[in-house]
């Protein structure tokens, strides 16, 4: 009777138990040091595009509207 009573309690020190056990037993990954990438070749011929234009204040939006 008091189990049932107590149900939540023991499922949560069930729980606190079980995530502890999981962060005790898991693997540690091991970071591999990896040199950073380099660009392999750069391409002259890419497409730059550039836009240049001022905001539009609050009234120029709501006039668009």
Excluded: G, H
Aim: net charge positive; charged share 20%; aromatic share 4%.
């Amino acid at each position: 009777m008091k189990v049932r009573k107590n149900l939540e309690a023991v499922f949560l020190a069930a729980t606190v138990m079980v995530t502890f056990a999981a962060y005790a037993t898991a693997d540690v990954p091991v970071r591999a040091s990896v040199a950073p990438a380099r660009a392999a070749a750069v391409d002259s011929n890419v497409t730059v595009v550039v836009v240049s234009a001022k905001r539009l204040t609050a009234a120029e939006k709501a006039a668009q509207q």
